[in-house]
């Protein structure tokens, strides 16, 4: 998902959950050894760990100690500071990071500044905003800790649950989820995971017959915008290194119905492919396509790799015509083309 540093309120989180926001931050670093001393006394510093510097000459390995300050209104004041300059002067660390999530005082500042140059060690003062530029580069982390929406909470429950168990949201999530989440929080692969997943069962919802016309794609629209800014119009980016490497496992939708001279109600066109079909079986990957024509007559194609990140390209028609499918990414033949309008009538209408 995409974040921006207003959706960082360290007002949400408490002193020891701001605490271990700060260690995983560091861990994010590549900070090593890190001992966070949550609870007990405190002996000067929160968290403390190394950092290797390396270099074709010499390595360098620098001891930290880091204090937390979680203030929800107001700044750091200099004497809430001066116990934890005596600890760092007793054990002598290269460097003492101070992370604040508000401010530190214009006392706090003045005092720091005229004590810097009597210390062995160096004094780093991250404050809120700096803290939250430095966050919003992981996303991960601003899930964890400040997603508070309901719906950014269920869409990054479903994703981490078909993450570890190749289990597919249901009909319901994904329309709950497309007609209420923020999707200027959605990023591509976001989108590209929700609408893969919906097509991936769409046949298997329809032959069920549980929805009673109630299943439709159109839950869908509320993304299309979203994906109309993120695609590209120029092409389907990421599948050029299959497109002559590749194999039809199955699909579904508008395609395959005029393939088998069947009229079709659809407007989309899913494929389950094969790649690196012709290489070594160490090399096999899944990979999902899609094409889709909206009701306002605007058209996408997307692919997506069936992996951790579902990792997604896509490229945006801003008006369908008959000439789009040969523009497609998966080579439509002009006959073929011709084919599917005549069993696919709903492709050319626009609805008003």
Not at 101 to 108: G, H, V
Request: glycine share 4%; net charge negative; with cysteine.
């Amino acid at each position: 998902m995409t974040y921006s540093t207003d959706d960082i309120d360290f007002s949400k989180i408490s002193p020891n959950e701001f605490e271990r926001l700060c260690f995983e931050l560091l861990l994010k670093y590549g900070f090593s050894q890190i001992i966070w001393r949550q609870g007990g006394a405190d002996n000067g510093r929160d968290i403390e760990g190394y950092f290797d510097f390396n270099n074709p000459i010499a390595n360098q390995r620098t001891k930290w100690f880091f204090e937390c300050k979680h203030y929800t209104s107001g700044g750091v004041p200099p004497e809430h500071l001066n116990s934890k300059m005596a600890w760092a002067d007793a054990e002598q660390p290269s460097y003492l990071v101070i992370f604040v999530s508000s401010y530190i005082t214009t006392a706090a500042r003045t005092w720091l500044e005229s004590i810097k140059l009597t210390k062995q060690y160096k004094i780093i003062v991250i404050e809120g905003e700096e803290l939250k530029g430095r966050l919003v580069q992981f996303p991960d982390l601003i899930e964890r800790f400040f997603a508070a929406d309901r719906f950014e909470r269920l869409f990054l429950e479903i994703k981490n649950h078909w993450l570890r168990h190749r289990i597919e949201p249901s009909y319901e999530l994904i329309k709950e989820i497309s007609n209420n989440i923020d999707t200027s929080k959605l990023d591509i692969d976001d989108i590209g995971f929700l609408l893969m997943s919906f097509h991936k069962n769409y046949r298997h919802f329809e032959l069920r017959n549980d929805y009673y016309g109630d299943f439709t794609e159109e839950v869908l629209e509320p993304l299309y915008p979203r994906l109309a800014e993120l695609a590209s119009k120029e092409n389907l980016d990421s599948f050029e290194e299959y497109r002559t490497d590749f194999d039809y496992l199955g699909g579904t939708g508008c395609f395959d119905d005029a393939e088998s001279d069947e009229s079709s109600e659809l407007a989309f066109q899913f494929y389950d492919l094969h790649l690196n079909h012709k290489k070594s079986q160490d090399l096999w990957k899944i990979g999902y396509y899609l094409f889709i024509k909206t009701n306002d007559n605007k058209a996408f194609e997307l692919f997506s790799m069936d992996d951790s990140d579902f990792k997604t390209s896509a490229k945006y028609y801003e008006e369908f015509s008959s000439e789009t499918l040969k523009e497609l990414a998966i080579d439509i033949s002009i006959d073929f083309g011709e084919k599917i309008l005549e069993y696919s009538p709903r492709l050319l209408k626009i609805e008003e």
